[in-house]
């Protein structure tokens, strides 16, 4: 059964850089069948995608965090990373990583349990 | 980029049906999926594709679709239903993106 997890710092200051890992066991990140991918949550709020990554490298950016935000992917590690910069208050959130198919009609499926990010000084 | 619309809260009375709507302009052209999340938990997958169901979703749960409107129907809800459910379709602003409504608060009476 396939299994994501989120790693990462749980407190980040404002205008340094948010870095987290999502580690997939029980299957290969190496796949043309599927993509990978970070989504967010702010407390007591709705989700929203961040982006997301082929195994082969190719990003796709929310267009309101694009100029912010890189995703990598090692599938040595069967690991795929986020990396936010220059993170206010407004980037604290519970951050999930997740799983959807290749194909035109897709979904998320599984997720991570969430790791919650505070930025503060 | 694309927006789904969600009601921001629902109620329904033990046992009786409930449907959770999801607006949207990608709707006319992808599937809604459902997800069901519980306080403090990740979002699970509950409807996907046409109307299909993730092993261990119970049967009351389906979905459909009409013009630019998905639905989430749950027939004889439990108690355990109660949690917040978010539709979520791909962009369709050609950048490979997604998109999730903001959310339903279903309370189970």
């Known amino acids: 059964q396939l299994q994501l997890q989120e790693s990462g710092p749980g407190l980040v200051k404002p205008s340094e850089t948010l870095s987290l890992t999502c580690t997939v066991s029980?299957?290969?990140?190496?796949?043309?069948?599927?993509?990978w991918g970070w989504i967010r949550q702010p407390p007591g709020k709705g989700l929203e995608w961040i982006g997301s990554?082929?195994?082969?490298?190719?990003?796709y950016y929310n267009p309101s965090l694009k100029s912010r935000v890189t995703i990598s992917v090692d599938t040595s590690k069967n690991q795929f990373s986020l990396k936010l910069s220059s993170v206010t208050a407004a980037d604290t959130a519970v951050y999930y990583c997740?799983?959807?198919?290749?194909?035109?009609?897709?979904?998320?499926?599984?997720w991570g349990q969430g790791t919650l990010v505070t930025v503060s000084s | 980029s694309s927006e789904l619309t969600q009601d921001p809260a629902v109620s329904v009375a033990l046992g009786q049906t409930v449907r959770i709507t999801c607006q949207g302009d990608?709707?006319?052209?992808?599937?809604a999926s459902w997800y069901r999340q519980k306080p403090g938990q990740a979002p699970v997958l509950v409807i996907y594709?046409?109307?299909n169901r993730p092993s261990g979703i119970p049967d009351r749960f389906s979905g459909s679709s009409s013009g630019n409107t998905a639905s989430l129907t749950i027939t004889g809800a439990q108690a355990e239903d109660e949690a917040d459910y978010y539709c979520?379709?791909?962009?369709?602003?050609?950048?490979?993106?997604?998109?999730f409504g903001g959310g339903t608060k279903l309370t189970v009476l």
């Open positions: 997740a799983r959807y198919g290749s194909t035109l009609y897709s979904w998320f499926d599984p």
């Open positions: 029980g299957g290969s990140i190496n796949s043309y069948t599927y993509y």
């Open positions: 990554i082929y195994y082969s490298g190719s990003t």
């Open positions: 990608s709707l006319r052209s992808y599937y």
């Open positions: 594709g046409k109307n």
């Open positions: 979520n379709s791909r962009d369709t602003s050609g950048n490979h993106g997604w998109v």
